[in-house]
């Protein structure tokens, strides 16, 4: 077997061969198969999302039945994407299902596929207008959040790069690593020091540049959520906390 074959995933009219290619194998045990709707990113429009998740439910539920035939069984039958988790979860063809961003939402889900409204979207980063600049007429603000939480992730169907909650028209347009620039052009009633909340336009990015979340409910804060996965981080504490343990805790 070539590991590039395992890497790359193996097209569906080649999977009975490739589960019974698997049989020699003791230390393996075949439990199911899953794939992963990425194509849907590249859908123009909620319809065009609809058409990929209805194709791949057909796909993947002739790769079930032909294994069925062969005589395998299925613990699983997954797949993974947020823009067409809305119909794969209606589709009895899966057993499992895997949307990552569907935690959280974004703007590029809400504004360009259609798997949420920007209500939905879960995370935001908090800012500060820090400056609205003289020489801009009143039509730009400054926040001291840049591309190191926003990201730059820059999404052909979206101008700018994140919404401003409390004013939905005002976009952030020009981020540099600590500062952004806002066009304020449409929210004529931003205010330097005021507070406001940036929904991303792809909150993965976000995400992975903070160690902690703070959740809340409407305005009040409930809770710190530790990220305890991010780039890696458990590794080093675990090795930490390992470290300072005195010599009669450790088993080592």
């Known amino acids: 077997m070539k590991l590039e074959t395992v890497a790359k995933g193996v097209r569906p009219e080649n999977v009975a061969r490739f589960v019974k290619g698997l049989q020699g194998l003791n230390n393996l045990k075949f439990v199911g198969v899953a794939t992963f709707s990425g194509h849907a990113y590249s859908a123009p429009s909620p319809e065009g999302v609809e058409a990929v998740a209805r194709g791949v439910a057909r796909t993947m539920n002739a790769v079930a039945s032909e294994l069925r035939r062969e ?30 961003n569907f935690l959280y939402f974004d703007r590029e889900q809400a504004e360009v596929f259609g798997s949420a409204s920007l209500d939905d979207c879960a995370l935001t980063v908090l800012s ?4 609205i600049p003289e020489h801009s007429s009143g039509k730009l603000a400054m926040i001291n959040a840049g591309s190191k939480y926003l990201g730059l992730d820059r999404v052909e169907r979206l101008e700018g790069y994140g919404r401003l909650l409390e004013h939905p028209k005002a976009l952030v347009i020009r981020p540099s690593e600590g500062v952004s620039e806002v066009d304020i052009s449409k929210e004529p009633e931003v205010r330097v020091g005021e507070k406001v909340r940036i929904i991303p336009n792809h909150a993965c990015v976000v995400s992975n540049a903070t160690s902690y979340l703070v ?9 710190i959520i530790e990220v305890d996965m991010r780039n890696g981080i458990r590794l080093p504490r675990v090795i930490v906390e390992t470290l300072l343990r005195s010599p009669k805790d450790s088993n080592t």
């Open 71 to 100: 005589g395998f069984e299925l613990e699983i039958v997954g797949v993974g994407s947020t823009p067409t988790f809305r119909f794969d979860v209606e589709d009895p063809v899966f057993t499992h299902l895997f949307p990552g």
């Open 128 to 131: 500060t207008v820090v400056s």
């Open 215 to 223: 959740a809340c409910g409407g305005e009040k804060v409930v809770g």
